[in-house]
């Protein structure tokens, strides 16, 4: 059946951007009428749906936190249990919960010309039946990967394996891995964050590793922050230990890819200074400069300490076959294991699986261009909520949301209705969107939209040159249609 009311903007995701991408839309725009349509039952993308062993995150919560509800917690690197709590807390108190509907899965959307909307075929999971919901303006903050399922490559004779084989994605909270030989296959976040906090309960914990990965150890707690907080009121201690933590990554990731060499070396000597004589230097050496992959983020030394331990122990090595009891390698070593975890990465997919329509027309997402990272060529009335490779996520989700917010205030002092970037061929190249080397990227490469060669068509990963681009910025350009 088709809902009567119309709203003003959908906002399609109830995770950290989509909590987002609500606070500044009522605190922007106050008389629009605003929707949150999310699929599961509860609020937290990510940190609602993954549920494996010391879950946290790989960044620091002043960061990846939001700017406008200071992230109060001890802890810089927080548990996961914590960022949904954070996540809740900051919903509840500005207002933005009342506007959820959980279990609605935006299945298709649609734009029409005519009526200058979309339409969106939502499934609700309550009772099973369609309904559609009309918003003039969609931001679709669904993040970058499927929830249904992760990358599941198929290793050979794996039905052969007695044990219990499982996905970080699809996690068992009743496996008990109590005095049980767990071999994690992996070596990215994921990986590095179960092999200590598994090791506390298992026999023995092995991370099996085809290459290796950067790997830099910080401290759980930001002495800095936790010092201003005792002096300075909340709201200010918070804003200055956020732009201390953004100069410092973004330092760092320069300095990473000006000199990689030189930062490699240092990432290793840093690595080889927490393991002294357990050091190998075969499990730390990537064959990748600094940050063409994320830099794995460990907090107090947990990984090193668990390797110290003799509880856990790094493997690098190519799979042959699953065996019965474990994994025999091409090097001729046998990995016993109870429990195998695939810790193989993401799998990608843009608009959270929607099918996007104009019209008559169905639109692939491998054909767009991004307009500054936020919405896209041709693409009228639809922004998104995507985060940086090199950085906290919720950076750059916060920019495109307060983009949006001043778009839409644009919108409404000039009289329009509809905005459309428009990117002219003749005057930019088509380069890829991400120069990043990640698997989950290249495995994506044709599904992910494009960028152009400049300005307002280049995705910076950088949060100054973002700030410039997106909230300083005039809505006057000449790559806006307007109607």
Same mark, same amino acid.
């Given at each position: 059946?088709?809902?009567?009311?119309?709203?003003?903007?959908?906002?399609?995701?109830?995770?950290?951007?989509?909590?987002?991408?609500?606070?500044?839309?009522?605190?922007?725009?106050?008389?629009?009428?605003?929707?949150?349509?999310?699929?599961?039952?509860?609020?937290?993308?990510?940190?609602?749906?993954?549920?494996?062993?010391?879950?946290?995150?790989? $960044?620091?919560?002043? /960061?990846?936190?939001? $700017?406008?509800?200071?992230?109060?917690?001890?802890?810089?690197?927080?548990?996961?249990? *914590?960022?949904?709590?954070?996540?809740?807390? !900051?919903?509840?108190?500005?207002?933005?919960?009342?506007?959820?509907?959980?279990?609605?899965?935006?299945?298709?959307?649609?734009?029409?010309?005519?009526?200058?909307?979309?339409?969106?075929?939502?499934?609700?999971?309550?009772?099973? #039946?369609?309904?559609?919901?009309?918003?003039?303006?969609?931001? &679709?903050?669904?993040?970058?990967?499927?929830?249904?399922?992760?990358? $599941?490559? =198929?290793?050979?004779?794996?039905?052969?394996?007695?044990? !219990?084989?499982?996905?970080?994605?699809?996690?068992?909270?009743?496996?008990?891995?109590?005095?049980?030989?767990?071999?994690?296959?992996?070596?990215?976040?994921?990986?590095?964050?179960?092999?200590?906090?598994?090791?506390?309960?298992?026999?023995?914990?092995?991370?099996?590793?085809?290459?290796?990965?950067?790997?830099?150890? +910080?401290? &759980?707690?930001?002495?800095?922050?936790?010092?201003?907080?005792?002096? +300075?009121?909340? =709201?200010?201690?918070?804003?200055?230990?956020?732009?201390?933590?953004? /100069?410092?990554?973004? /330092?760092?990731?320069?300095?990473?890819?000006?000199?990689?060499?030189?930062?490699?070396?240092?990432?290793?000597?840093?690595?080889?200074?927490?393991?002294?004589?357990?050091?190998?230097?075969?499990?730390?050496?990537?064959?990748?400069?600094?940050?063409?992959?994320?830099?794995?983020?460990?907090?107090?030394?947990?990984?090193?300490? &668990?390797?110290?331990?003799? =509880?856990?122990?790094?493997?690098?090595? !190519?799979?042959?076959?699953?065996?019965?009891?474990?994994?025999?390698?091409?090097?001729? #070593?046998?990995?016993?294991? *109870?429990?195998?975890?695939?810790?193989?990465?993401?799998?990608?997919?843009?608009?959270?699986?929607?099918?996007?329509?104009?019209?008559?027309?169905?639109?692939?997402?491998?054909? +767009?261009?991004?307009?500054?990272?936020?919405?896209? &060529?041709?693409?009228?009335?639809?922004?998104?909520?995507?985060?940086?490779?090199?950085?906290?996520?919720? +950076?750059?989700?916060?920019?495109?949301?307060?983009?949006?917010?001043?778009?839409?205030?644009?919108?409404?002092?000039?009289?329009?209705?509809?905005? !459309?970037?428009?990117?002219?061929?003749?005057? %930019?190249?088509?380069?890829?969107?991400?120069?990043?080397?990640?698997?989950?990227?290249?495995?994506?490469?044709?599904?992910?939209?494009?960028?152009?060669?400049?300005?307002?068509?280049?995705?910076?990963?950088?949060? %100054?040159?973002?700030?410039?681009?997106? =909230?300083?910025? $005039?809505?006057?350009?000449?790559?806006?249609?307007?109607?």
């Amino acid at each position: 059946m088709k809902e009567t009311q119309e709203y003003d903007v959908v906002i399609i995701g109830a995770g950290l951007s989509g909590i987002c991408a609500a606070y500044h839309i009522q605190d922007k725009c106050p008389e629009k009428k605003y929707l949150i349509l999310e699929a599961r039952a509860g609020m937290g993308g990510t940190w609602d749906l993954f549920k494996y062993p010391g879950i946290r995150s790989d $960044s620091d919560m002043y /960061t990846l936190g939001f $700017s406008f509800s200071p992230w109060k917690n001890p802890k810089a690197i927080a548990d996961g249990p *914590d960022i949904l709590r954070y996540i809740k807390e !900051t919903a509840r108190k500005f207002g933005i919960d009342q506007h959820i509907r959980f279990r609605h899965k935006v299945k298709r959307a649609r734009w029409a010309s005519e009526q200058q909307c979309w339409t969106l075929e939502v499934q609700n999971g309550e009772s099973a #039946e369609p309904i559609e919901i009309q918003g003039k303006f969609i931001i &679709s903050c669904c993040g970058y990967y499927n929830y249904e399922e992760g990358h $599941s490559p =198929k290793f050979p004779n794996s039905e052969q394996f007695q044990g !219990t084989i499982i996905h970080p994605q699809k996690w068992d909270t009743s496996l008990d891995y109590t005095e049980k030989n767990v071999v994690i296959i992996g070596s990215g976040a994921t990986a590095v964050t179960l092999v200590p906090e598994m090791a506390k309960k298992a026999n023995s914990v092995t991370m099996l590793q085809r290459s290796p990965s950067y790997i830099m150890n +910080l401290p &759980s707690k930001d002495v800095v922050a936790n010092g201003l907080r005792k002096v +300075l009121p909340e =709201k200010t201690a918070h804003a200055m230990v956020r732009w201390k933590n953004i /100069t410092i990554g973004n /330092t760092f990731y320069k300095a990473c890819r000006r000199w990689p060499d030189r930062m490699s070396k240092l990432l290793k000597r840093g690595v080889k200074k927490s393991l002294g004589e357990h050091y190998n230097e075969q499990h730390f050496s990537p064959k990748y400069d600094p940050w063409d992959q994320r830099v794995c983020l460990i907090p107090d030394n947990d990984l090193f300490d &668990s390797i110290k331990s003799g =509880k856990s122990k790094i493997v690098t090595d !190519t799979i042959k076959e699953f065996t019965a009891t474990g994994i025999a390698l091409d090097s001729g #070593e046998h990995l016993d294991a *109870d429990i195998i975890v695939t810790a193989t990465g993401l799998k990608v997919q843009i608009f959270g699986g929607i099918t996007v329509r104009i019209d008559e027309d169905e639109i692939a997402s491998g054909d +767009l261009t991004a307009y500054k990272g936020v919405m896209f &060529s041709g693409v009228p009335n639809l922004a998104v909520a995507l985060g940086y490779t090199n950085a906290s996520w919720t +950076l750059k989700c916060e920019l495109n949301c307060q983009f949006v917010g001043n778009l839409l205030v644009h919108m409404r002092e000039q009289g329009h209705q509809v905005c !459309t970037p428009r990117f002219d061929t003749n005057k %930019f190249q088509i380069e890829p969107l991400l120069d990043f080397d990640a698997g989950y990227i290249k495995r994506a490469n044709s599904i992910l939209p494009k960028q152009g060669s400049a300005e307002p068509w280049k995705v910076y990963q950088n949060y %100054f040159k973002d700030t410039k681009a997106l =909230k300083n910025t $005039s809505f006057e350009d000449e790559f806006l249609e307007y109607s």
